[in-house]
C-alpha cells in the first residue's frame, strides 16, 4: 500500500495527533512566559520596596534635623527670656529708687537701657 494511501486513511488522527503537539508547546510556551511574569513582578516590587525604604529615611532624617532645629530655637528662645526678665527685674528695682522723682536715669539705668540697644548680656 502507498504511503499516500496510509496518509488518507488517518488524516483525522494524524490532524489530531498536530493539534495536540501545537497545544503542548503552546502550553509550555505560555508556562515559559508566566515563569519571566513573575520573575519579573519580583524584581518590581523589589525595587519598589528599596525606594519606600530609602524614602523613610530620608523622610525620618529630615524629620530628625528639624526636631533639632525646634529644639536650638526653643533653647535660644528660652535663653533670650530669662536675659529679658532679668533686664526687666532690674528695670523695676531701679524704677523705684528715688532719682526718678526728678525724671532722670542713674547709672544703673542708662547701663540696662544702653545693654538693650546693643544687645549686650551681660
Request: hydrophobic content about 40%; overall charge positive.
Amino acid at each position: 500500500m502507498p504511503i499516500a494511501t496510509i496518509l488518507w486513511k488517518y488524516k483525522k488522527w494524524i490532524a489530531v495527533a498536530v493539534f495536540i503537539f501545537l497545544y503542548l508547546v503552546q502550553i509550555a510556551y505560555t508556562n515559559h512566559l508566566s515563569g519571566k511574569l513573575q520573575e519579573a513582578e519580583q524584581e518590581c516590587t523589589a525595587k519598589m520596596q528599596k525606594i519606600k525604604d530609602d524614602q523613610q529615611k530620608a523622610l525620618i532624617d529630615k524629620q530628625n534635623k528639624i526636631n533639632k532645629v525646634s529644639a536650638d530655637y526653643e533653647q535660644l528662645k528660652s535663653e533670650q527670656r530669662v536675659i529679658t526678665e532679668t533686664k526687666i527685674r532690674e528695670v523695676q528695682k531701679i524704677i523705684t529708687k528715688p532719682v526718678y522723682s526728678n525724671y532722670c536715669i542713674d547709672d544703673d539705668g542708662l547701663r540696662i537701657i544702653n545693654s538693650l540697644i546693643t544687645d549686650d548680656t551681660s
